[in-house]
């Protein structure tokens, strides 16, 4: 049993299953990250949308890596914000 098992939750929180369409709260995350918040600093700039991308891009391919690396395939990106 994980040190996450032994933990105390709130109510019901062991069978909350993520949103409709996502196979974990990680992919949920991962899909609605806000990048915005991050590019504050270059919403003047030009590239502030390909940043913001970027960014999100960046995340998803961290959230693939740890699925290949634990033996998953990898997953679509759901959604693209412009």
Do not use: C
């Amino acid at each position: 049993m994980s040190e996450i098992d032994k933990e105390k939750l709130p109510g019901n929180a062991r069978d909350r299953q993520p949103p409709e369409g996502y196979g974990s709260w990680l992919e949920y995350a991962v899909d609605t990250f806000d990048s915005r918040p991050n590019i504050l600093h270059t919403l003047f700039e030009d590239n502030s949308s390909d940043l913001r991308e970027w960014i999100e891009d960046t995340a998803w391919a961290e959230l693939n890596d740890l699925r290949v690396r634990s033996g998953l395939a990898p997953i679509e990106r759901r959604s693209k914000r412009r």
